[in-house]
């Protein structure tokens, strides 16, 4: 494993981390007794991406870590995934494209 794939791995699991915590956080905001009923809907809609995007991070640290010899294209998956998640995600699903796993043999 080069030294950027691991850095990838560190920054994803930090990107996995403040996926959490946005979610734990837009959660609460919506069990707060001053929150509108009427804006519910939109800030569940976010809570569920996401949600979707903790899903495809985890499952990918998951490959990554347990399965080094199977993660390119989960990683290259995933990567796709993350240019939709922006500002982050986009800049890391940039990243894992550009350098990640150039090593591994299709």
Same mark, same amino acid.
């Given at each position: 494993?080069?030294?950027?794939?691991?850095?990838?791995?560190? &920054?994803? /699991?930090?990107? *996995?981390?403040?996926? @959490?915590?946005?979610?734990?956080? $837009?959660?609460?905001?919506?069990?707060? =007794?001053?929150?509108?009923?009427?804006?519910?809907?939109?800030?569940?809609? &976010?809570? /569920?991406?996401? *949600?979707?995007?903790? @899903?495809?991070?985890?499952?990918? $640290?998951?490959?990554?870590?347990?399965? =080094?010899?199977?993660?390119?294209?989960?990683?290259?998956?995933?990567?796709? &995934?993350?240019?939709?998640?922006?500002?982050?995600?986009?800049?890391?699903?940039?990243?894992?494209?550009?350098?990640?796993?150039?090593?591994?043999?299709?």
């Amino acid at each position: 494993m080069s030294k950027a794939d691991k850095t990838y791995t560190v &920054v994803l /699991a930090v990107l *996995a981390y403040i996926s @959490l915590v946005s979610i734990i956080t $837009l959660w609460a905001i919506t069990r707060s =007794p001053n929150f509108r009923q009427d804006g519910r809907w939109a800030i569940e809609m &976010v809570i /569920a991406t996401q *949600a979707c995007f903790l @899903l495809c991070e985890v499952v990918a $640290l998951f490959v990554r870590v347990m399965f =080094p010899a199977s993660r390119k294209w989960p990683t290259i998956a995933l990567n796709i &995934v993350l240019l939709l998640s922006f500002p982050l995600g986009t800049a890391i699903g940039a990243y894992g494209l550009w350098k990640i796993d150039k090593s591994i043999p299709a």
